[in-house]
């Protein structure tokens, strides 16, 4: 069982999983280089790498270096959850691991880096959600409640941060390694995940009778 496997098991209490298939676990890599060059499957462990030179997903897109999986499945309202067990190894540094990608005026409502063994809300380091997370499987459950306009994040069963929504129409979830500009990233990026799945907590309409 992977360390806080049973601590976060009341997470998802209310929730109701999402059905996905493997064709919506779907794997961006530079558009250069072959899948297996960047991506490795190992019976549920998903195992990418990037280089900080590496180009992005395809010649046209803005964005930098990245081998990430984009769980294809776009919510707009109601309450959402990610949960997954990830691995960094030592030496990885300055890259985007988690993302819930969509927002009114970002790109993205919320990215988890890694910095030195830290897991930080995007670049800030004096937000660190969790320390010394290399090289060992970390849980993380991070609940998106659209509506509220909040996001939350737990590591191994434990509250670590709450954070704003940033509005917008459409969220999916990402998970990976993403180059970072901030705080001189490594010369290679790599995560491994497991466990994988997504979450809703569907808006219940209640319907009350008259009693007079």
């Known amino acids: 069982m992977p360390a806080g496997a049973g601590r976060s098991a009341h997470l998802t209490a209310g929730f109701i999983r999402v059905r996905l298939t493997e064709s ?10 072959p899948l297996g060059e960047r991506y490795q499957q190992f019976g549920s462990v998903h195992r990418m790498w ?3 030179t590496d180009k992005p997903i395809s010649a046209s897109h803005p964005g930098g270096a990245r081998t ?27 890259a985007s691991v988690m993302q819930i990608f969509g927002a009114a005026t970002h790109a ?17 380091l004096s937000r660190v959600v969790a ?12 609940v998106h409640d659209v509506a509220a306009g909040n996001v939350t994040v737990f590591v191994d069963g434990e509250r670590r941060l709450i954070a704003p929504g940033k509005g917008g129409t459409e969220h999916y979830f990402k998970f990976g390694v993403y180059k970072q500009s901030h705080h ?12 994988v799945a997504v979450y809703t907590k569907p808006f219940v309409v209640c319907f009350f009778s008259d009693t007079r």
């Open 68 to 94: 990430e999986i984009k769980v294809d499945k776009i919510y707009s309202s109601e309450v959402w959850q990610f949960e997954g067990d990830a691995f960094v190894p030592p030496g990885t540094s300055g």
């Open 50 to 52: 990037v280089f900080a």
């Open 131 to 142: 320390a010394g997370v290399y090289g060992r499987w970390v849980r993380l459950n991070v």
């Open 184 to 195: 001189q990233p490594s010369r290679r990026m790599e995560s491994r995940w497991k466990n």
């Open 108 to 124: 993205t409502t919320l990215m988890l880096h890694v910095y030195d063994g830290r897991l930080t809300y995007y670049h800030d």
């Open 24 to 33: 919506q676990f779907v794997v961006q890599k530079p558009y250069d280089v």
